[in-house]
């Protein structure tokens, strides 16, 4: 891939030139060139919600879309929320409710939250419900990370 | 109390090592699911060893470093694992406190321990736990006679602990197999035949070849690996569209609840919870009395364990060892089978267990081992991390086996229920890749088929322990008096199939509990009450009470629409109890929504109460998918499930109100609850749509169709 041109994607705020094909789907580029595994592979259809990460702060998923579509847009993946130690608000909201069992679906799901949040800060059940709908979760976490979206909306400042 | 892992690992060095930096290393041969087993023995040994949590490290589960406690199954952890962790630790603690008395020349009840530091107390004079050990072994057997009184962690440090998983699990840091790197590391993927009984004709190499990607062919079993995932991703797109399979004779795609009653079988009658050799009875004809006699057939179709992460594994053959990362629950038992798949010494494979994405079974994990290390086996030197596409996942793992449960009984004109038959018929739950005479544990690894030397096909036996596979709490926990129990090993049957959280446990107490709801609705009686007058133990009781009292139980008479329903089981009838009371609103188009459910659960001394009802929340939704979402559907060409859309499992949507009600025995052996919820909740939802809409739909799942072709019937 010499000759391609490098693609530029703006990722947690640092601007990267990454010689890749422009065609791979956004979350390979994020996890194998970046090193951010954060973002699941889970399906590859936009069936499962695994792989959501933020552009331009809204929720968006991202095994199916090529990455040369994300040049020029803000991505935030859930490393960029917040990181150990020192997590983000609706990571810690997360933390404090325990959600997440084996938590292959928890970073889309904080990634989702956040999204909403930025739309929403005070969401009723609906738009809760309607903005989770895109995920899947098969340890039933579920009712834990509705907890942690209350817990979130109370913490915002 | 002695734990069998503990007969097999005697040794406190089997389960406790003091490292040189003052952390306490806990072995356990138990993986983590997300059922945090690792956040239980590590809150357990650092209660027994009086260090806080954070001086704990839980070591990976590898072969040949673990000690060998078999498959991570069976909600047996905590008892087996949990026990020989906590005795180890109170063994070890007792050790330091006497070389402690010894190094500072002050009797061992004058000595204080706090977090790793033994202390005279009054004195000062204090020694640290690995200046006591320096070497950090102990040489010295578990004292499995051990009584005192069980430690437990005070509840900030017990916080503190379960917050360091959650927080690398909400930060995106936890590692799971699929994030693997390794310097030189091929991504691979599969290619695969439109079935599990379909064989490669032909597959034009020159026309697959790709610049910079491996083309990997062993008979049937077809792979490609490259550098970069995405360029795998294409090629093995290319080559699936090249290569021509011979499909056989297809799937069989008839009536699978026919095949249930059909096929040939194998047939035992159960006596309290085992399989004997004696003659099976035909069911009691009904007492003269009977108010009420039923027959009624409930029947489980094939589902998906459905992590959400396809399965994958990491494999690196160099200088003739192979080394295997992966998601498997049984590392012990994969490495000697993978070892006889690939004609290797099990001794120069090495097995490490890694976090991936879960589902409480046997899921594709250890399949994906086999294909990873044939790649990796092809290109010796490359670590290869191979990962299973969606389509993969959802057309090939081992599904939990589709059931038909009979059962027959009366209610006799004193309200008590007589003739008790149940007749559990199902394809085996017990297929993981244990080794054994014959190849049979090759035979059970996927791929293992399409080798140019392929292993004899595995044919299950009937299970024989104790509540085990197809008979898992097919013997009532009630007080029925005599009652005839069979479970039928049915043969024949289309899929491969294995354990699936509970395995026949679910299909089992649904029928019972539905069973009972029938007999008492014909016998007009209220449910509660029979379920009462026939359930002698107060522990069990008091759940049943509590659950219907929460729910505000009305006695089985549903407004129009909105219904409750109830179930209760005691996980194999030996471990933890739980109850379910459900409330359900059924709407105009037929759709069953969730609104509230209660959970009362006794799962004797609570170790992690957190994780405890995280367990039992996880184990409601997942088989309330299974009642209301969930089937497999097939032709003869093939699985058509083979993405979410094709198979559809419990989203956000429909997720009830859940209210966890833990009974706590603190002097009680603490007793395995991960299974304990799916049975009683799939049967009070099915009981729950009943009373909302006078249907009773026996075959799963109730969805809007099934509930409109019963109204019809």
């Known amino acids: 891939m010499s000759d391609t041109p490098p693609l530029t994607l703006r990722v947690n705020g640092e601007e990267h030139a990454l010689a890749v094909d422009p065609s791979t789907p956004l979350v390979y580029v994020l996890r194998n060139a970046l090193g951010l595994t954060a973002a699941k592979a889970g399906c590859g259809l936009e069936q499962c919600g695994a792989c959501a990460v933020l552009v331009d702060g809204v929720s968006t998923l991202s095994c199916a879309t090529p990455a040369a579509a994300f040049a020029g847009r803000d991505i935030v993946t859930c490393e960029g929320l917040g990181r150990p130690g020192q997590p983000g608000p609706v990571q810690q909201a997360f933390v404090e409710e325990g959600a997440g069992q084996c938590g292959y679906c928890i970073p889309g799901l904080v990634v989702a939250v956040t999204g909403l949040l930025n739309a929403h800060p005070d969401p009723d059940d609906a738009a809760v419900r309607a903005a989770l709908a895109p995920h899947l979760c098969r340890c039933g976490s579920h009712p834990r990370v509705l907890r942690a979206v209350g817990r979130a909306v109370k913490a915002r400042p | 109390m002695t734990s069998s892992s503990l007969e097999e690992h005697p040794a406190v060095d089997d389960w406790i090592r003091l490292d040189a930096d003052g952390h306490v290393t806990v072995l356990s041969g138990k993986v983590e699911l997300g059922q945090r087993i690792s956040t239980a023995v590590a809150a357990i040994a650092a209660a027994e060893l009086r260090v806080v949590p954070e001086r704990v490290r839980v070591a990976a589960v590898t072969t040949g470093e673990a000690p060998d406690e078999g498959m991570t199954s069976g909600s047996n952890s905590i008892e087996h694992s949990g026990e020989a962790v906590r005795l ?204 009420v006699t039923l027959e009624a057939v409930y029947e489980r179709p094939y589902q998906m364990h459905g992590a959400i992460g396809p399965s994958a594994a990491l494999a690196h053959l160099r200088d003739g060892h192979l080394e295997v990362w992966t998601h498997s629950q049984g590392v012990y038992p994969l490495r000697q089978s993978l070892a006889e798949v690939l004609g290797m010494a099990p001794e120069r494979v090495r097995l490490t267990h890694v976090p991936g994405p879960g589902c409480y079974g046997h899921n594709g994990a250890d399949d994906a081992v086999l294909d990873a290390a044939l790649v990796a086996r092809a290109l010796p030197g490359r670590p290869v991390l191979l990962k299973w596409s969606r389509e993969d996942e959802h057309a090939f793992e081992p599904y939990a086996p589709a059931m038909a449960v009979v059962m027959r009984g009366s209610v006799d004109g004193q309200g008590r229920i007589r003739g008790w038959s149940h007749d559990a018929f199902s394809d085996t739950h017990l297929a993981r890749p244990r080794p054994g005479p014959g190849g049979v544990g090759p035979a059970r690894l996927l791929s293992a088929r399409w080798l140019p030397d392929p292993p004899p096909p595995f044919v299950p036996q009937p299970a024989r322990g104790n509540h085990t596979g197809i008979h898992r709490n ?177 989203g956000f949507d429909n997720v009830p109100e859940i209210t966890v009600d833990l009974v706590d025995h603190p002097h009680e052996p603490p007793l395995g609850a991960g299974e304990a919820a799916c049975g009683p909740a799939g049967a009070a939802i099915a009981n729950a749509v009943f009373d909302a809409t006078g249907l009773r739909v026996r075959r799963l799942p109730i969805t809007a169709q099934a509930l409109r072709a019963a109204a019809m019937a």
């Not at chain 2, 070497?135 to 503190?160: H, M, N, W, Y």
């Not at chain 2, 310097?183 to 026309?207: F, I, K, S």
């Open chain 2, 474 to 650: 097919a013997d009532p926990y009630y007080d029925l008096g005599p009652r005839r129990v069979v479970k039928h090993l049915v043969r024949g049957l289309p899929h491969r199939t294995s354990a699936t959280r509970t395995l026949g446990g679910f299909a089992n107490v649904l029928a019972i509990e539905c069973f009972l709801d029938e007999l008492a609705h014909g016998a007009g009686l209220d449910p509660l009450r029979l379920r009462l007058e026939h359930l002698a133990d107060p522990r069990a009781r008091t759940l049943l009470e509590r659950v219907a009292q929460q729910i505000g139980w009305h006695g089985g008479k549903g407004a129009d629409g909105t219904g409750r329903g109830l179930a209760f089981a005691r996980y194999k009838n030996r471990q933890a109890y739980v109850a379910a009371a459900v409330e359900v609103r059924v709407d105009d188009a037929a759709q069953v929504h969730l609104v509230r459910a209660v959970l009362a659960a006794d799962a004797g001394r609570i170790v992690d109460a957190d994780g405890l009802a995280s367990q039992l929340e996880g184990g409601f939704l997942q088989a309330a998918s299974w009642t209301l979402c969930e089937q497999v559907i097939w032709d003869s060409g093939g699985i058509t499930s083979r993405d979410w859309d094709g198979y559809s499992i419990l």
């Open chain 2, 88 to 291: 180890a630790a109170a063994t070890a603690r007792r050790h330091l406190l006497a070389l402690a008395a010894e190094a500072l020349a002050t009797p061992a009840d004058a000595l204080e321990l706090a977090d790793g530091i033994v202390r005279a107390r009054g004195a000062n004079r204090s020694a640290r736990y690995h200046e006591l050990l320096p070497d950090g072994r102990f040489g010295i057997p578990v004292d499995t006679g051990i009584d005192d009184p069980p430690a437990a962690l005070d509840p900030v440090q017990a916080r503190r602990l379960r917050a360091r998983r959650a927080e690398a699990l909400a930060t995106g840091t936890e590692v799971f197999v699929q994030d693997l790197v390794r310097p030189g590391m091929l991504h691979a993927r599969v290619v695969r035949p439109p079935h599990a009984h379909a064989t490669l004709v032909e597959l034009d190499r020159a026309a697959a070849a790709m610049e910079g990607v491996h083309l990997v062919r062993e008979g049937s079993f077809v792979a490609v690996a490259a550098d970069d995932e995405h360029a795998a991703l294409r090629a093995a797109a290319r080559v699936a569209a090249l290569a021509r399979w011979d499909p056989g004779d297809g799937l069989d795609a008839g009536d699978v609840f026919q095949r249930l009653r059909d096929n040939p079988r194998d047939s035992l009658l159960v006596v309290h919870g085992t399989p004997v050799d004696d003659p099976i009875p035909d069911p009691d004809p009904p007492p003269p009395d009977a108010v």
